[in-house]
């Protein structure tokens, strides 16, 4: 059970900031969203991975093959742009942490970023079981440095369990900082590499065998989520113990107020001594250079499957489509602007998320997914659901900031009539493709099983009374 436990680092590292400000503001009274969160994440990749298994292709590939040319160029620039924002915290935050261990200047920080991860996707050469490995390796040198960050600050346990499971909302800004959690938990890359990674292991094709192997995969990716939940729990009862004791000096509270990647690492330090901060550093090195790692290598299956060029090509050129941008921007943003760009790369992101959502819900339910290859009505029903909420809170969030930033700003007035007037046909443009994708019809050929009879009729059964429909 390793394989899945690489995709999770960006979990973390896109999360830490929101997680690192709930604690502080909110204590633990927040977790319950983490938690919650990590069922509807389980439910969408597990969708995701069983996709692959069932079609033996990946989400990108199917994308290729059931949208019109000008929709599939459009999902896959969407992808694309996706994977930078993605990418983007990962190397701020690698940049950050060679700034505080070794006292790297930042820039030096985000090419050393850069060439580690082009060494590293080199292993792909020895097979992907490596990479994975190295994945793993990061992710362990993670939780054990958060773990031990939490065993210093001892969190009272019974107030971190009511946390996990009673839904509260109290306080300023608790239901706000709920959403911004709860809308991070998911980004497009990774339901693409959910679906692409189970194609490097030997499938089977008959009903049995798919169901063992969903089997299989559902539970190594419910293991995966837990050790990331509990490293996500570790983050904010850290920042909720610290920051709630009420002895604090006026320093330390000042810094509790705004918490960033880079401000805990001083908030650790002034509370428990330089070690500490020296360990939050090593953590955060190991998930952002995994999130690096990670974003690049879905890159390749997005690349792959949209442009349908050969593994050779892509793996020279996706990693520079990913990683060079990538860079390019954390180096002129520079340590000074690791949060806004962070805030930038998170409404990227939502605003990208219901392009991936959207076309694997459709092929997930679609008519073509029958016989002994079906997704259970109810868990596609709680998919829809729940996807439908996370984008109808994206997209009002959007329109609210937006509309918040129109009234108070200090642009001529001109000006804003000029923004208004290309901003407003953008998102009118935008919610009707994606009502578009939700009514195009798709159809996804699934290969009969092999071993029984009766299940090939009924899949012929079914098939035909659906054409006829």
């Given at each position: ?17 929101t ?8 204590k ?9 969160g990590?069922?509807?994440?389980l ?35 969407l ?22 261990l070794?006292?790297i ?20 050469c ?21 773990f ?14 009511q ?5 509260r ?16 938990l998911?980004?497009?890359h ?27 995969f ?9 050790l990331?939940?509990l ?5 904010v ?7 709630a ?24 330090k002034n ?7 020296k ?13 690096v ?10 690349m ?21 941008p ?10 000074p602007?690791?949060r ?6 998170a ?22 997914m ?6 259970t ?27 918040s ?10 000006l804003?009539a ?12 935008y ?9 195009k ?6 290969p ?14 079914v ?7």
């Open positions: 059970m390793l394989g899945l436990v690489f995709l999770y680092p960006w979990l973390t590292l896109t999360l830490a900031t997680d690192l400000q709930a604690g502080s503001s909110h633990y009274e927040l977790l319950w969203v983490l938690f919650f990590f069922i509807f994440v439910i969408i990749q597990s969708l995701a991975a069983k996709l692959g298994i069932i079609t033996g292709r990946h989400l990108a590939e199917l994308c290729m093959r059931e949208y019109p040319k000008h929709v599939k160029y459009g999902l896959w620039l992808m694309e742009a996706g994977v930078i924002a993605a990418t983007v915290p990962g190397v701020l935050g690698t940049a950050l942490a060679y700034n505080k070794l006292h200047p930042f820039w030096g920080g985000v090419l050393i970023c850069g060439a580690s991860t082009l060494l590293i996707l080199t292993l792909q020895y097979g992907a079981r490596k990479m994975e490995l190295i994945g793993v390796i990061f992710i362990s040198i993670m939780a054990a440095c958060f031990v960050d939490l065993s210093n600050v001892n969190p009272p346990m019974g107030e971190v369990i946390g996990l499971f009673i839904p909302l109290r306080g300023a800004y608790a239901t706000s900082d709920a959403i911004a959690v709860f809308s991070s998911i980004v497009p990774n339901l693409f590499l959910h679906s692409s990674l189970v194609l490097s292991r030997k499938l089977p094709s008959s009903p049995k065998g798919v169901k063992d192997t969903s089997t299989f559902l539970i190594e990716n419910a293991f995966a989520l837990f990331v939940l490293v996500n729990v570790a983050i009862s850290i920042t909720g113990t610290i920051c004791d009420n002895q604090l000096v006026d320093d330390i509270i000042s810094t509790c107020s705004g918490l960033t990647l880079n401000s805990t690492s001083v908030l650790l509370v428990f001594g330089k070690s500490s901060s360990i939050y550093g090593l953590a955060l090195l190991a998930s952002g250079q995994s999130c790692v990670a974003t690049s290598y879905s890159g390749q299956y997005i792959q499957g949209f442009s349908g060029m050969r593994k050779c090509i892509i793996y020279i050129i996706a990693p520079c489509f990913t990683i060079i990538s860079l390019i921007i954390c180096s002129i943003g520079g340590a602007h690791v806004q760009l962070i805030n930038i790369s409404i990227i992101l939502a605003f990208v998320l219901p392009f991936a959502l959207v076309p694997l819900l459709k092929f997930s339910s679609c008519c073509a029958i016989g002994p290859y079906k997704n009505t109810g868990v596609v029903q709680v998919a829809w659901i729940l996807s439908t909420v996370i984008m109808g809170i994206n997209i009002y969030f959007f329109c609210t900031s937006f509309l930033w129109l009234v108070h700003s200090e642009l001529p007035r001109i804003n000029i923004i208004s007037t290309l901003v407003f046909p953008f998102m009118a443009a919610i009707a493709a994606l009502i578009y994708l939700v009514f019809k798709v159809s996804v050929s699934v009969l099983p092999s071993t029984s009879v009766s299940s090939e009729t009924e899949v012929e059964e098939r035909r009374q659906d054409d006829q429909g």
